[in-house]
């Protein structure tokens, strides 16, 4: 009884005017028709939480994760549903996705399967609603704290965005756009700290000196995987910590050994001459391959008929 009639999504209908703007009254007190009914039911779960008797062994068996967690995702989730495919939009979405918002805070990490389903068909698909700047604010804040916690879920927001982008709306394109600028300013700086860890680990001078005594695997078999990619991170400088962190293992590994280093150094520019003369024999080829299709009698056809 208490579970049925705590979580359950509330039916309060929009006046005219909200109907119109979409925006209720903040400061306006309204109850639920059948509030008087369910209110003891409310004052009831109270009273035994609040209880100085109260068991908490027994309570923990009742109020349990699925009790509490599971039924307010429940409930989220059929109150969007209405929101996005039935077009409904009592009061309320605003608040739930605020409270939402401070859950996903919450959430350890990495996310479970279950948080990324819900964002994929519940949250994404708010941005469709033609109420959204009632809860744009709310909405975002969800949505960012899902890209914070794990920036592979921007992948699932991007395409909502690009999937629901509003062609003929320009104020709602400027709500889009700022969401797009807030997802990409998160997942840029989660990979700027990614990249600038993994140069704070091959700077250590703990890992230096480990492989100052294996010199011979170390630039035949490991620094070779990375040096490419420190070079480019190097001439790319991101940002200023991320630019000498990369200068600093570059320094430190020519250091250990200069003659291996330059040998390392040889090889790669080798290669990557070999990788542009394989690119451009490719590029060749194709370029015959049309060029003989072209000269086709069947291909002068076609083109002869769309040119008429």
Not at 33 to 43: A, E, G
Request: proline share 5%; charged share 25%.
């Amino acid at each position: 009884m208490i579970r049925i009639n705590l979580f359950r999504p509330p039916d309060l209908p929009l006046t005219p005017e909200e109907e119109v703007f979409g925006i209720a009254d903040e400061d306006e007190n309204i109850l639920e028709l059948i509030w008087q009914n369910i209110q003891p039911v409310y004052q009831l779960f109270l009273n035994i939480v609040v209880h100085k008797n109260l068991d908490t062994n027994q309570a923990k068996r009742q109020i349990t994760l699925d009790f509490i967690g599971n039924s307010i995702r429940r409930l989220m989730a059929h109150k969007f549903f209405e929101v996005v495919y039935e077009n409904r939009c009592n009061r309320g979405v605003a608040e739930m996705l605020e409270f939402l918002g401070s859950i996903i805070n919450g959430f350890a990490t990495p996310l479970k399967a279950e948080h990324v389903r819900f964002l994929e068909a519940a949250l994404v698909p708010l941005l469709k609603s033609p109420l959204l700047p009632a809860f744009l604010l709310e909405l975002m804040y969800c949505l960012t704290q899902f890209v914070e916690k794990d920036p592979n879920t921007s992948v699932a927001v991007m395409r909502g965005l690009r999937r629901y982008w509003p062609v003929m709306n320009t104020a709602k394109q400027l709500m889009y756009l700022q969401m797009v600028e807030e997802v990409l300013n998160i997942v840029v700086e989660s990979e700027g700290d990614n990249a600038q860890r993994t140069c704070e680990l091959w700077a250590s001078e703990y890992l230096c000196e480990k492989l100052f005594l294996h010199r011979d695997i170390a630039f035949s078999e490991l620094l070779p995987r990375i040096y490419r990619a420190l070079l480019s991170a190097n001439k790319s400088a991101w940002s200023p910590p991320a630019e000498f962190l990369t200068k600093k293992v570059l320094t430190m590994y020519q250091d250990l050994d200069g003659a291996q280093f330059a040998t390392m150094e040889q090889a790669d520019v080798e290669k990557r001459s070999t990788d542009a003369a394989s690119r451009e024999q490719a590029s060749q080829m194709w370029a015959n391959i049309l060029q003989a299709h072209e000269a086709l009698p069947l291909a002068q056809q076609v083109r002869a008929d769309e040119e008429r």
